[in-house]
T-cell receptor, first 113, second 112 residues
Framework: EDQVTQSPEALRLQEGESSSLNCSYT??????LFWYRQDPGKGPEFLFTLYSAGEEKEKERLKATLTKKESFLHITAPKPEDSATYLCAVQAFVGQGAQKLVFGQGTRLTINP | EPEVTQTPSHQVTQMGQEVILRCVPISNHLYFYWYRQILGQKVEFLVS????????KSEIFDDQFSVERPDGSNFTLKIRSTKLEDSAMYFC??????????FGPGTRLTVL
């Protein structure tokens, strides 16, 4: 069974204090690993897709990396507007078909000014 | 920026009533999904839909649930007889193989 575990569950940082969020996964055959941002009461907002170990992607203060067992979301010099829950999800490759996403429980990030 | 839309944003219903949640996926996407998120819990998969039929469904998606693509643009989730435990945020998503899964803003379902 595909599983995703995110740590920590919650993280509180000061503005400008860099850190990393972890996503560990087990999947039968990884088609893609997704990072989403979710604000309270809203839908997941797409950030990145990573497809193979060693791949990295960046967007503003965020950088996502992927190994064969985990992914990291690095946040550099965060601002209060980066406060949100960050979700990690995996999509298994099972040939043809509408492969679902399996989500972790998320990391609730709070950036204090 | 491509966008999935959902209506209504909030639905309040009495236990035992039928509800229909509506979604308009991204126009060139072929795969459609419903997920739900109970307050404070993970986003969990309900059902996937491709080529006018269900591709996969979870254990949650029992006989009380059904999905339909009644025309070329809408995708609906029907719950025939709602239970208290159906209260959750319901998210529609769509996907095309060279793209990512985009999610809608969600419908908050409250069952009283």
């Amino acid at each position: 069974e595909d599983q995703v575990t995110q740590s920590p569950e919650a993280l509180r940082l000061q503005e400008g204090e860099s850190s990393s969020l972890n996503c560990s996964y087990t999947v039968s055959g990884l088609r893609g690993l997704f990072w989403y941002r979710q604000d309270p009461g809203k839908g997941p907002e797409f950030l990145f897709t990573l497809y193979s170990a060693g791949e990295e992607k960046e967007k503003e203060r965020l950088k996502a990396t992927l190994t064969k067992k985990e992914s990291f979301l690095h946040i550099t010099a965060p601002k209060p507007e980066d406060s949100a829950t960050y979700l990690c999800a995996v999509q298994a490759f099972v040939g043809q078909g509408a492969q679902k996403l399996v989500f972790g429980q998320g990391t609730r990030l709070t950036i204090n000014p | 920026e491509p966008e999935v839309t959902q209506t209504p944003s909030h639905q309040v219903t009495q236990m035992g009533q039928e509800v229909i949640l509506r979604c308009v996926p991204i126009s060139n996407h072929l795969y459609f999904y419903w997920y739900r998120q109970i307050l404070g819990q993970k986003v969990e998969f309900l059902v996937s839909f491709y080529n006018n039929e269900i591709s996969e469904k979870s254990e949650i998606f029992d006989d009380q649930f059904s999905v339909e693509r009644p025309d070329g643009s809408n995708f609906t989730l029907k719950i025939r007889s709602t239970k208290l435990e159906d209260s959750a945020m319901y998210f529609c998503a769509s996907w095309e193989e060279t793209d990512t899964q985009y999610f809608g803003p969600g419908t908050r379902l409250t069952v009283l």
